[in-house]
């Protein structure tokens, strides 16, 4: 089974509203996929680890 790893996006600026946005942000900095997270809205860029 993968695990998957997280890491906080360092291009993505600004609240994290749309996972799409932030995913294509991720796919610019190597990663996969990436998703809104957390109460503040954080943009998480996701691998397998």
Same mark, same amino acid.
């Given at each position: 089974?993968?695990?998957?790893?997280? #890491?906080?996006?360092?291009?993505? !600026?600004?609240?994290?509203?749309? #996972? #799409?946005?932030?995913? #294509?942000?991720?796919?610019?900095?190597?990663? +996969?996929?990436? !998703?809104?997270?957390?109460?503040? *809205? *954080?943009?998480?860029?996701? !691998? +397998?680890?």
């Amino acid at each position: 089974e993968s695990r998957t790893c997280e #890491s906080a996006s360092t291009r993505f !600026k600004g609240t994290c509203v749309r #996972s #799409s946005n932030c995913a #294509s942000v991720c796919q610019g900095e190597g990663f +996969p996929d990436g !998703k809104c997270e957390g109460v503040r *809205r *954080r943009c998480m860029c996701r !691998k +397998p680890c």
